[in-house]
DNA sequence: TCAATAATTAAACAATGTTTAATTCTTAAC
DNA sequence: GTTAAGAATTAAACATTGTTTAATTATTGA
């Protein structure tokens, strides 16, 4: 397969632009990472990335452009982390997930922070993909609590349309109020995994039922030590 | 007590004053309702409000000050119904509440949805107390869960202090959704309830829990009528 | 080597939040 | 009633910032 069309060979000239490309988008990330999205100005950015105003226009576009590279490069991260998903028990998959989302907004927290706010606010996470972003996330809740039915450890009592969006609402919640500083990527995990064993709690038959209320126990006595390691 | 102080008697000027700030305010909420905050431009409101911007700096300020104004008074608002419960079961009471909330929305739905929207975005929700609105508002369904406790209706398993958030939480997760179009105040409704009802699931006795669940498949039966009536 | 073309740039444009200095109107003392 | 003081209002300008245009420069392929 030609990775190279009639247009695009690999010449010096490709490469420039490829690696400016690359730059500015280092540096918008910078930059958002410092004050947010908002205060993002194109011509700092120009001049962050050693070049001038139209020529980021040229290679990528103007501030929506630019939020929507950005936007869509951490979706896909975000679509990686969750096809990761181990075969373990259903509590232990979500809490997996919740772990390895923020371990991965470690690496950046004030870059990620600033653009779930971003993202949130732009819409973008609901065009992202033709059906919207919501409708493709959700969907892995949804079939968690449908095999958790299955094996019986939910009653069916809720259906599994119905308790995956609540469950995919609480980790967006948890989510936004670390994205908005009202609780460190610690009491993320906390409250996040908090509010999905709840979910799953409420239609939980009595032993798999016990065993949540053990996890959340955890989750709060764990975290007063400000030492959260979710196995 | 005297209304009038030194500089402010009842006058032709503060009249008209308390009159134009009012108008101001007026088309205000019509531009928002009409394209949300960030299209609310300060030479169409004094356009609208027939008078001149710096008119508008005099008598209220700028955007910031406009918008905290607008928010301020639905916090007010917000904190009224709030303060309506009344002394039914628990979960006609959560029911009640959403109830009141969604019909106040419905008084002028695009106002309100946009209202909603730059709320959040700008934080004054959470700065518009001493203490933050959150902190506030979250204080009644930890109190309605303590309540439960003592009622014997929940089993206490999970502490008031994190299922209370968690209601709170699940509550605004509809809200946004709602604001943000991805339901109407039907689902709003149903979103919301559903949520609440599956927090306290968690956590109740055995004929609680049964009471709960049939709440729940009420709101989705319902719901497909499309004739959502909480009594 | 050179003409065609693509990328880059300096400069201007447009929209919009905000402020300034002058003007008009209201008030209250005389 | 008149009038000076002061407050509200206004026209105009200012400042920032996203975006575009037309000219310049560099790269490419013949």
């Given amino acids: 397969m030609a990775i190279e069309t009639l247009s695009s060979s690999v010449t010096t000239r490709s490469k420039n632009m490829t690696k400016r490309r690359a730059t500015i988008l280092r540096e918008a990330r910078n930059l958002i990472a410092g004050d947010g999205f908002d205060a993002l100005k194109i011509r700092d950015l120009a001049a962050r990335a050693g ?15 630019i ?22 028990t259903v509590e232990e998959s979500f809490a997996k997930q919740i772990h390895n ?23 973008l996470f609901e065009q992202s993909s033709e059906e919207g972003i919501f409708a493709r996330f959700v969907r892995q809740p949804i079939e968690a609590c449908r095999q958790a039915v299955e094996q019986k450890l939910l009653r069916g009592n809720i259906p599994p349309e119905v308790l995956g969006p609540q ?55 764990v975290s007063r030590r400000g030492d959260v390691t979710i196995p």
């Fill in 51 to 65: 070049l001038t105003v139209p020529t980021i226009y040229n290679l990528i576009g103007g501030k929506d452009e």
């Fill in 67 to 88: 939020l929507a590279t950005i936007i869509k490069e951490l979706v896909e991260q975000l679509q990686i982390i969750q096809d990761e998903v181990g075969s373990a």
């Fill in 101 to 123: 989302l923020a371990n991965h907004f470690a690496t950046d927290e004030a870059f990620y922070r600033a653009a779930f706010i971003a993202g949130d606010r732009s819409g």
């Fill in 167 to 221: 469950i995919y609402g609480c980790y967006r919640s948890a989510r936004q109020d670390w994205a908005n500083g009202y609780f460190d990527l610690d009491g993320f995990r906390r409250q996040a995994l908090t509010g999905i064993f709840l979910c799953l709690a409420a239609d939980a038959n009595p032993t798999f039922r016990e065993r949540l209320m053990e996890q959340i126990s955890m989750l709060e006595s």
